[in-house]
């Protein structure tokens, strides 16, 4: 039974109205506080709507809001960012450090500015990216919305671009999993005889899952033309809107991060319900409040067991890497939920510390 939902509409979009008319009077420091409010309001009404199956029509006005206030927000922090910016280069801002840059004291802080120094740079990042290729916000926005997904902050940045890499740098956001990580997999866990590799990229996972005797069923959002070790070829499609089938396939893979990994990890679970399933994760997925979806996978839906790398990775470069070789940065583990005897993920969830050259092949050691 769908529970009853309430969402009020039109308060929110008199909200983003009034945002929009500060912006465009010229308050953007208010505008920016007012569209914030919304974004928040309109996130969590979407999040309670779609969490409860409320029907289509709410979820969708609750994420055309939420795109219309981030759209306000994201213009307003490029406004300030740039403003800060010239503010900079005449020596009336503050850059931080000591000596005070800004000699007669009269200088702001980015605190006063009313962005942290991490708004500031992501903000510049987006003005970067309107003046590379105007209209790209909103178009990131429009479309996140127009596929009926949620336009949130954290995909926008994976949109136009993160610290460590362009969006054009990153292409389709594939980082093959190293062997490594693969045979300290197969060595501590057994999987049922087929297994879903819903991100399966060129084949780095499915490889080692078919080379250890496993059938491996293939798909990817991207047309790698990857095909399992019968010939059959990957599938080309979004797993966040896939339907599970009559099979009950194990899932392993390492999904994509970003914004879209939080819905990747609950769907999975929510949606296809295999008996197991192994994602490669980064260790910090172990926390986080503030994301329904993160607080399904690990609180509704308690991993069994989580295979923390003593010894950090050999670094996954992204695809068409050709620059230096380095250590990766990122602490990263198997999770792994399994399914008890009556068919739910209960846990209780065992940490296991395990280093991957142990589980080297004898002739790589």
């Not at 949620?150 to 389709?172: C, F, K, Y």
């Not at 956001?173 to 005889?193: I, R, V």
Request: net charge negative.
């Amino acid at each position: 039974m769908n529970a009853v939902v309430h969402f009020d509409e039109s308060g929110l979009a008199q909200a983003i109205e009034r945002a929009r008319v500060l912006f465009d009077d010229g308050d953007v420091a208010s505008a920016r506080m007012l569209a914030s409010g919304a974004y928040d309001q309109a996130k969590a009404a979407g999040s309670y709507a779609a969490r409860f199956h409320a029907g289509e029509h709410l979820i969708f006005k609750a994420r055309k809001l939420q795109g219309d206030a981030l759209l306000i927000e994201a213009r307003a922090k490029i406004t300030i960012a740039t403003e800060w910016t010239a503010a900079q280069e005449r020596g009336e801002a503050s850059k931080g450090g000591r000596p005070k840059t800004v000699p007669d004291g009269n200088g702001f802080t980015a605190a006063e500015a009313g962005l942290t120094r991490k708004e500031i740079h992501d903000a510049r990042k987006l003005a970067d990216a309107e003046r590379r290729d105007p209209g790209i916000v909103e178009r990131v926005i429009a479309g996140r919305v127009a596929e009926g997904l949620e336009p949130s902050r954290a995909n926008l940045r994976v949109a136009i671009g993160t610290d460590t890499a362009s969006a054009d740098e990153r292409g389709n956001n594939l980082y093959e999993t190293c062997p490594e990580a693969m045979h300290a997999l197969l060595a501590l866990e057994t999987f049922g005889p087929r297994i879903k590799e819903p991100a399966c990229g060129r084949g780095a996972i499915s490889r080692m899952l078919e080379a250890a005797g496993y059938d491996v069923v293939l798909s990817d959002l991207i047309d790698y033309g990857t095909a399992d070790r019968h010939g059959v070829l990957q599938e080309v499609r979004d797993f966040l809107t896939s339907e599970a089938g009559d099979d009950c396939d194990d899932i392993a893979t390492n999904p994509p991060y970003g914004g879209v990994l939080n819905a990747f990890v609950a769907h999975a679970l929510r949606v296809h319900r295999p008996p197991k399933m192994a994602l490669l994760l980064n260790l910090n997925f172990l926390c986080g409040f503030d994301d329904p979806d993160r607080n399904y996978a690990m609180d509704d839906c308690k991993p069994a067991r989580i295979h923390v790398f003593t010894r950090r990775l050999p670094m996954m470069h992204r695809d068409g890497w050709d620059g230096n070789e380095a250590s990766s940065r990122m602490n990263l583990a198997w999770f792994v939920w399994e399914q008890n005897l009556v068919g739910d993920y209960a846990g209780p969830t065992v940490i296991n510390r395990v280093d991957w050259k142990d589980y080297l092949p004898s002739e790589t050691v």
